[in-house]
């Protein structure tokens, strides 16, 4: 007879060497990018590097046309991964659907963990961050809370009207906008919106200076720039530059826009996005945890950054009361 100390003393080494043997086993992960790789892509990648768990990664990208999603479905279907890295709101949707309408069309049977989804709940992917139900999935955001965004602006310098620019085909962009206008009643700002003008229904930048001025005629002191992936497109070359022209003060919801010139912005690193989604699959891949059972949540810290040479130009330094907080951006 197996003694109560022996019998515990046997499942814990039996759990090691099945924990030990999964380790040992090469996983396949799929990474679907919606426009080439960022820096999410390699702090995924290097978390199982720096933790010795040995991966296989495939690449594909969308190139900004969900369409293509489709074909690379198909695929998944065919090499079928052991866990698919899911990069933006837009591929995510594609790839998973929203939690009111999932088809046979989309991955329901393999794990997904999705990153840079600004608002996971108000886009539909899930219904709320924990107990969700969507068996196959979690993620990261790399967003601080909208509310904590222009408490930040607020800090910084107060405003009465805010602009916003935006894709009027991105649902991210949407489910900001969406809140942006609930919050401006609370805070008592007006919003002053305008969205990039389609051509044959995709976004083009054309016209863009005639909305910034239009924001400028109507009073708007910061433009804020949401986590829309055709304005990060348009932000370094046109959109950031325009705007400064006119003294308006930019604030960036990413590190790309950030990265891009922006005035200031409070965001998670990409990196660290991708490093904290690399745990979570890890979790998934190595200890048998289910994709549901991880709740979806943002990074703990948020990196307040202001380019001061931008500041400098636009007569706009920081207060003092902020130096304490924030982090020096250098110009890219």
């Known amino acids: 007879m197996i003694s109560r100390r022996n019998f515990i003393l046997f499942t814990t080494l039996a759990g090691i060497t099945n924990a030990v043997s999964a380790a040992q086993k090469n996983k396949k992960i799929l990474i679907i990018t919606y426009r080439g790789d960022t820096q999410v892509e390699q702090g995924f990648k290097d978390y199982f590097e720096k933790n010795k768990l040995p991966v296989q990664f495939e690449t594909r990208d969308l190139g900004r046309d969900v369409n293509k999603m489709a074909d690379i479905i198909s695929e998944i279907k065919q090499i079928k991964p052991d866990l698919i890295l899911a990069w933006g709101t837009s591929t995510t949707i594609a790839l998973v659907g929203t939690f009111n309408n999932i088809t046979s069309t989309h991955i329901n049977d393999i794990p997904v963990v999705f990153a840079l989804v600004s608002s996971p709940v108000e886009s539909k992917i899930v219904s709320n961050t924990s107990n969700h139900g969507r068996k196959n999935l979690t993620g990261v955001s790399h967003m601080a809370s909208l509310r904590s965004q222009i408490s930040a602006i607020k800090a910084y310098k107060d405003f009465k009207k805010l602009g916003f620019l935006y894709t009027s085909t991105e649902q991210n962009s949407i489910s900001t906008l969406n809140e942006l206008k609930t919050l401006a009643k609370e805070f008592k700002f007006q919003l002053i919106d305008y969205s990039f003008n389609l051509d044959n229904g995709k976004p083009t930048s054309d016209g863009y200076e005639q909305l910034i001025l239009k924001m400028k005629l109507n009073g708007a002191e910061w433009l804020y720039l949401p986590p829309d992936?055709?304005?990060?497109?348009?932000?370094?070359?046109?959109?950031?530059?325009?705007?400064?022209?006119?003294?308006?003060?930019?604030?960036?919801?990413?590190?790309?826009?950030?990265?891009?010139?922006?005035?200031?912005?409070?965001?998670?690193?990409?990196?660290?996005?991708?490093?904290?989604?690399?745990?979570?699959?890890?979790?998934?891949?190595?200890?048998?945890?289910?994709?549901?059972?991880?709740?979806?949540?943002?990074?703990?810290?948020?990196s307040y950054n202001v380019n001061m040479d931008t500041a400098k130009s636009l007569n706009r330094i920081p207060p003092l009361s902020l130096f304490n907080f924030i982090t020096i951006h250098s110009s890219s």
């Open 229 to 302: 992936s055709f304005l990060g497109t348009q932000a370094k070359e046109k959109i950031i530059p325009f705007a400064h022209q006119e003294k308006i003060a930019t604030f960036a919801s990413t590190e790309q826009l950030m990265d891009a010139g922006a005035l200031t912005g409070l965001f998670s690193k990409y990196y660290n996005v991708g490093d904290y989604a690399g745990f979570k699959a890890g979790k998934i891949l190595y200890e048998n945890i289910r994709a549901s059972d991880i709740n979806i949540d943002t990074l703990s810290k948020f």
